[in-house]
């Protein structure tokens, strides 16, 4: 913001997010500072946007990091005047790229189309149904012996996930995944009858698969 406040002397400044979020802005020429999520209103809509940090949005290790860049992109763009008023939008990407040209083109519809049918092709949620085990190697093992897993079930992994610990992928079609939940439900509680040393977290559907 100070930078900003010394590019452009005698515009005010306004930064909102962390501690101090803003809710709206007046109809003044400012410029607004805001991180994702805390863009405050602007009366009559803003003259331009300027999205930012597009890489280190788009490249977390997150399944979901791409469709979450185009809502918070959409959420900031939704915010600015229409076209036929002046409004501008500006996004620090590469334009080649489909979450890009689904904000460009405001076809959030066809990105989640592109985005199932690909994950379809991967093997990846929400076309199927993943579990993760992360735990000691022992443990792990142990809970997926008291398993009585779906015959779909397929492993991916172990890899390693810190000290001493690993974590295993079980990866089964949509129609088993309320039965692979109800075995590795069923053989936590095995384990916490029979007080075994060591936990082993379970996630569903994990955004992180590796």
Known sequence: AEELGRAFPGVPVRSSGGDSV???????PALVVATPGAEPRAEGGYGAALLLDGWSLLTR?????????????????ALVRPTDAGGRGVVGADAGLP?????????????A????????????????????????????ADLVAAADLPGTAEPLGP????????RLLLRVPRADGTALARALHAAA??????????????????????
């Open 22 to 28: 803003i809710p709206s802005v007046g109809a003044e």
């Open 61 to 77: 290790p997150d399944l979901r990091a791409a469709e979450e860049t185009l809502r918070r992109w959409a959420n900031a763009a």
């Open 99 to 111: 979450v890009v040209q689904a904000l460009v083109r405001w076809d959030p519809a066809g990105f």
């Open 113 to 140: 189309e592109r985005e199932l049918a690909e994950r379809a092709e991967l093997g990846f949620p929400p076309a199927v149904r993943f579990a993760s085990l992360t735990g000691t190697p022992a443990a792990v």
């Open 159 to 166: 890899v390693p996930a810190g000290d001493d610990a690993e």
């Open 189 to 210: 509680a095995v384990r916490s009858a029979r007080k075994a040393p060591d936990p082993v977290r379970v996630q569903l559907d994990p955004l992180e698969l590796f």
